[in-house]
Protein backbone atom coordinates (compact mmCIF):
# COMPACT_ATOMS: atom_id res chain seq x y z
CA UNK A 1 0.00 0.00 0.00
CA UNK A 2 1.23 3.48 -0.79
CA UNK A 3 2.28 5.89 2.39
CA UNK A 4 2.27 8.88 2.60
CA UNK A 5 3.79 10.76 -0.76
CA UNK A 6 4.89 14.36 -0.13
CA UNK A 7 7.16 16.42 -3.23
CA UNK A 8 9.34 17.28 -3.54
CA UNK A 9 11.96 15.85 -1.85
CA UNK A 10 14.52 18.18 -1.79
CA UNK A 11 13.66 22.16 -2.73
CA UNK A 12 16.63 24.83 -2.63
CA UNK A 13 15.52 28.37 -3.50
CA UNK A 14 16.07 32.24 -3.29
CA UNK A 15 14.52 34.52 -0.71
CA UNK A 16 11.44 35.39 -1.94
CA UNK A 17 10.51 32.86 -4.18
CA UNK A 18 7.16 31.02 -4.09
CA UNK A 19 7.46 27.51 -2.18
CA UNK A 20 4.68 24.98 -2.70
CA UNK A 21 4.80 21.88 -1.41
CA UNK A 22 2.56 18.67 -2.29
CA UNK A 23 0.96 15.81 -0.31
CA UNK A 24 -0.89 12.85 -0.53
CA UNK A 25 -2.41 11.29 2.29
CA UNK A 26 -2.78 7.87 2.76
CA UNK A 27 -6.51 6.61 1.19
CA UNK A 28 -9.22 6.64 3.55
CA UNK A 29 -7.83 8.71 6.32
CA UNK A 30 -9.90 11.71 6.87
CA UNK A 31 -7.23 13.65 9.01
CA UNK A 32 -3.84 15.41 7.54
CA UNK A 33 -1.34 17.45 9.36
CA UNK A 34 1.50 19.70 8.05
CA UNK A 35 4.66 19.89 10.69
CA UNK A 36 7.92 21.56 10.46
CA UNK A 37 10.91 20.25 11.90
CA UNK A 38 14.55 22.14 12.72
CA UNK A 39 17.30 21.53 14.90
CA UNK A 40 16.16 24.59 17.51
CA UNK A 41 12.14 24.17 17.08
CA UNK A 42 11.38 20.35 16.77
CA UNK A 43 8.60 19.07 15.04
CA UNK A 44 6.28 22.18 15.14
CA UNK A 45 2.80 21.39 14.23
CA UNK A 46 1.54 24.43 11.58
CA UNK A 47 -1.57 23.57 10.54
CA UNK A 48 -4.48 20.14 10.34
CA UNK A 49 -7.48 19.14 8.38
CA UNK A 50 -10.16 16.89 9.41
CA UNK A 51 -12.34 15.90 6.14
CA UNK A 52 -10.29 18.48 4.34
CA UNK A 53 -11.75 21.27 6.71
CA UNK A 54 -8.71 23.36 8.21
CA UNK A 55 -9.38 22.91 12.03
CA UNK A 56 -6.38 24.71 13.68
CA UNK A 57 -4.24 26.75 11.59
CA UNK A 58 -2.80 28.36 14.66
CA UNK A 59 0.78 26.76 14.30
CA UNK A 60 1.28 28.37 10.88
CA UNK A 61 3.86 31.46 11.52
CA UNK A 62 2.40 34.70 9.47
CA UNK A 63 0.51 35.32 6.44
CA UNK A 64 3.19 33.81 4.44
CA UNK A 65 1.97 30.85 4.91
CA UNK A 66 -1.30 29.11 3.77
CA UNK A 67 -2.20 25.75 3.28
CA UNK A 68 -5.30 23.81 1.14
CA UNK A 69 -6.57 20.84 0.98
CA UNK A 70 -9.25 21.11 -2.14
CA UNK A 71 -9.82 17.04 -2.03
CA UNK A 72 -9.15 14.17 0.53
CA UNK A 73 -6.15 12.99 -1.86
CA UNK A 74 -4.17 16.52 -2.23
CA UNK A 75 -3.26 19.00 0.41
CA UNK A 76 -0.51 21.99 -0.38
CA UNK A 77 1.64 24.34 1.71
CA UNK A 78 2.53 27.45 0.34
CA UNK A 79 5.38 29.56 1.07
CA UNK A 80 4.93 33.21 -0.10
CA UNK A 81 7.39 34.75 -0.35
CA UNK A 82 10.03 32.37 1.01
CA UNK A 83 12.47 33.78 3.72
CA UNK A 84 15.71 31.93 4.98
CA UNK A 85 14.35 31.47 8.41
CA UNK A 86 11.29 29.14 6.82
CA UNK A 87 14.81 26.64 5.95
CA UNK A 88 13.18 23.34 7.54
CA UNK A 89 11.81 19.84 6.59
CA UNK A 90 8.17 20.12 6.00
CA UNK A 91 6.58 16.81 7.11
CA UNK A 92 2.93 16.18 6.02
CA UNK A 93 1.27 12.96 8.09
CA UNK A 94 -2.15 11.39 7.98
CA UNK A 95 -4.58 9.37 10.01
CA UNK A 96 -7.57 7.92 10.32
CA UNK A 97 -9.71 9.97 12.90
CA UNK A 98 -9.53 8.86 16.71
CA UNK A 99 -7.15 6.08 15.82
CA UNK A 100 -4.07 8.15 17.11
CA UNK A 101 -1.27 6.47 15.13
CA UNK A 102 0.31 9.69 12.32
CA UNK A 103 1.80 7.87 9.27
CA UNK A 104 4.25 10.52 8.06
CA UNK A 105 5.52 11.18 4.37
CA UNK A 106 9.67 11.45 3.57
CA UNK A 107 9.20 15.11 4.36
CA UNK A 108 10.60 17.35 2.60
CA UNK A 109 13.80 19.13 3.01
CA UNK A 110 13.45 23.28 1.95
CA UNK A 111 16.42 25.36 1.98
CA UNK A 112 15.71 29.08 1.43
CA UNK A 113 19.11 31.39 0.30
CA UNK B 1 5.41 27.19 28.15
CA UNK B 2 5.72 24.43 25.60
CA UNK B 3 2.57 22.11 25.32
CA UNK B 4 5.08 18.72 25.45
CA UNK B 5 8.05 19.30 26.90
CA UNK B 6 10.96 16.50 26.63
CA UNK B 7 14.72 16.47 27.99
CA UNK B 8 16.62 16.83 24.77
CA UNK B 9 19.12 14.77 25.88
CA UNK B 10 21.43 13.30 23.73
CA UNK B 11 21.72 10.31 26.34
CA UNK B 12 24.83 8.31 25.43
CA UNK B 13 24.63 4.66 26.90
CA UNK B 14 26.33 1.73 26.80
CA UNK B 15 24.63 -1.54 25.22
CA UNK B 16 22.80 -3.72 27.82
CA UNK B 17 21.88 -0.66 29.63
CA UNK B 18 18.38 0.76 30.28
CA UNK B 19 17.42 4.12 29.77
CA UNK B 20 14.28 5.96 31.02
CA UNK B 21 13.01 9.10 29.14
CA UNK B 22 10.47 11.64 30.32
CA UNK B 23 7.38 14.11 28.85
CA UNK B 24 5.47 16.21 30.89
CA UNK B 25 2.10 18.01 28.84
CA UNK B 26 0.47 21.16 29.60
CA UNK B 27 -3.02 20.50 28.77
CA UNK B 28 -4.64 18.23 31.42
CA UNK B 29 -7.89 17.35 28.74
CA UNK B 30 -5.26 15.38 27.01
CA UNK B 31 -6.42 11.73 25.84
CA UNK B 32 -4.34 9.93 23.95
CA UNK B 33 -0.67 9.69 24.26
CA UNK B 34 2.51 8.21 22.31
CA UNK B 35 5.94 7.56 21.88
CA UNK B 36 7.15 7.98 18.16
CA UNK B 37 10.73 7.07 16.98
CA UNK B 38 12.58 9.24 14.21
CA UNK B 39 16.02 7.74 13.13
CA UNK B 40 18.36 10.54 11.40
CA UNK B 41 17.03 12.28 8.32
CA UNK B 42 13.77 10.45 8.43
CA UNK B 43 10.15 10.75 9.28
CA UNK B 44 9.09 9.67 12.55
CA UNK B 45 7.43 6.65 13.20
CA UNK B 46 5.13 5.07 15.91
CA UNK B 47 6.89 2.97 18.30
CA UNK B 48 4.39 2.66 20.66
CA UNK B 49 0.50 4.05 22.71
CA UNK B 50 0.98 4.70 26.16
CA UNK B 51 -2.20 3.27 28.21
CA UNK B 52 -3.66 4.56 31.41
CA UNK B 53 -2.25 0.84 33.33
CA UNK B 54 0.68 1.17 31.83
CA UNK B 55 1.92 -1.08 28.49
CA UNK B 56 4.59 -3.31 27.65
CA UNK B 57 6.02 -4.15 24.18
CA UNK B 58 9.52 -6.49 24.68
CA UNK B 59 12.25 -4.59 26.00
CA UNK B 60 9.87 -1.15 25.99
CA UNK B 61 7.74 0.07 28.26
CA UNK B 62 5.78 2.81 28.59
CA UNK B 63 3.48 4.26 31.19
CA UNK B 64 1.30 7.28 31.96
CA UNK B 65 0.77 9.54 35.08
CA UNK B 66 -2.33 12.03 34.61
CA UNK B 67 -2.18 13.16 38.23
CA UNK B 68 1.31 14.98 37.43
CA UNK B 69 0.60 14.64 33.91
CA UNK B 70 3.91 13.09 32.28
CA UNK B 71 4.56 10.46 30.25
CA UNK B 72 7.70 7.74 30.75
CA UNK B 73 9.47 5.17 28.00
CA UNK B 74 11.91 2.89 29.52
CA UNK B 75 14.24 0.81 27.12
CA UNK B 76 15.75 -2.08 29.18
CA UNK B 77 18.79 -3.96 27.56
CA UNK B 78 19.51 -1.22 24.65
CA UNK B 79 20.93 -2.39 21.59
CA UNK B 80 22.54 -0.44 18.61
CA UNK B 81 19.75 -0.40 16.93
CA UNK B 82 17.71 1.93 19.75
CA UNK B 83 19.99 5.17 18.44
CA UNK B 84 17.29 7.29 17.65
CA UNK B 85 15.48 10.07 18.93
CA UNK B 86 12.57 9.62 21.10
CA UNK B 87 9.38 11.34 20.56
CA UNK B 88 6.30 12.07 22.87
CA UNK B 89 3.19 12.83 21.66
CA UNK B 90 -0.27 14.15 23.14
CA UNK B 91 -3.38 14.38 21.19
CA UNK B 92 -5.79 16.27 23.09
CA UNK B 93 -8.63 16.45 21.18
CA UNK B 94 -7.98 16.01 17.12
CA UNK B 95 -4.08 17.69 17.07
CA UNK B 96 -1.27 15.71 17.72
CA UNK B 97 1.22 17.96 19.47
CA UNK B 98 5.34 16.37 19.56
CA UNK B 99 8.18 17.25 21.98
CA UNK B 100 11.07 18.15 21.15
CA UNK B 101 12.10 14.95 21.15
CA UNK B 102 14.97 12.82 23.13
CA UNK B 103 18.54 11.92 21.25
CA UNK B 104 19.83 8.53 22.28
CA UNK B 105 22.84 7.31 21.57
CA UNK B 106 23.84 3.59 22.24
CA UNK B 107 27.48 2.60 22.26
CA UNK B 108 29.14 -0.55 21.78
Known amino acids: DAGVIQSPRHEVTEMGQEVTLRCKPISGHNSLFWYRQTMMRGLELLIY????????DSGMPEDRFSAKMPNASFSTLKIQPSEPRDSAVYFC???????????FGEGSRLTVL | RKEVEQDPGPFNVPEGATVAFNCTYS??????FFWYRQDCRKEPKLLMS???SGNEDGRFTAQLNRASQYISLLIRDSKLSDSATYLC?????????FGAGTRLTVKP
Open chain 1, 49 to 56: FNNNVPID
Open chain 2, 50 to 52: VYS
Open chain 2, 89 to 97: VVNGGDDMR
Open chain 1, 93 to 103: ASSYLNTGELF
Open chain 2, 27 to 32: NSASQS
